[in-house]
């Protein structure tokens, strides 16, 4: 199986920074790779599709980028209710990357 | 509106069995592909199976650590989705999401049940 690593595993930000959470896979995987968001308590919201494309409804401050195995998760201005887990996925889930408040 | 609604969640012992069901309403249920997604207590998400159509043949493909021992089915004529765990291990312990699935090379997960609780210990 394909593995995700995350990177870092945890960060502290502050409202209005950029935040860029980068994700690689064990093995080329083309474009194929989503990001999902996670509160605590709450189901994961999928923000990010094929590696790009926004999902409706998702601000455009969420952007992704990447193809092969680098992939990227950007965040440039954040906002209170970004305060999350991130998590990116081809078929396996990376381990997560936790955005604290510094 | 899309809504998953996730039963079944019990405590059970090592060994044992447990069918976990997902109602779902707001869409053409016999024309989606579903997923199940599961969370250990404190721990990441783990993609677990999903089932496609059954005008894409109804196939089914699953995780690794549950291959054969997990079974994903359908019922369309009640817009259920179910996931028939045997052989159950603690590390089974865990929050269970169900979630629509798009038709896509790999799952993607759009919308989400808020999930049942399955508790795996003697």
């Known amino acids: 199986d394909i593995q995700m690593t995350q990177s870092p595993s945890s960060l502290s930000a502050s409202v209005g920074d950029r935040v860029t959470i980068t994700c690689r896979a064990s093995q080329t995987i083309s474009g194929y790779l989503n990001w999902y968001q996670q509160k605590p308590g709450k189901a994961p919201k999928l923000l990010i599709y094929a590696a790009s494309s926004l999902q409706s409804g998702v601000p455009s401050r969420f952007s992704g980028s990447g193809s092969g195995t680098n992939f990227t998760l950007t965040i440039t201005s954040l906002q209170p209710e970004d305060f999350a887990t991130y998590y990116c996925?081809?078929?396996?889930f990376g381990q997560g990357t936790k955005v604290e408040m510094k | 509106e899309v809504q998953l609604v996730e039963s079944g969640g019990d405590l059970v012992k090592p060994g044992g069995s447990l069918r976990l069901s997902c109602a779902a309403s707001g869409f053409t249920f016999n024309n989606a592909w579903m997923s199940w997604v599961r969370q250990a207590p404190g721990k990441g998400l783990e993609w677990i199976g999903r089932i496609k159509s059954k005008s894409d043949a109804g196939t089914t493909d699953y995780a690794a650590p549950v291959k054969g021992r997990f079974t994903i089915s359908r019922d369309d004529s009640k817009n259920t989705l179910y996931l028939q765990m045997n052989s159950l291990k603690t590390e089974d312990t865990a929050v269970y999401y169900c979630t629509t699935d798009r038709k896509w090379l790999i799952p993607t997960l759009d919308y989400w049940g808020q999930g049942t609780l399955v508790t795996v210990s003697s």
């Open positions: 996925q081809e078929k396996v």
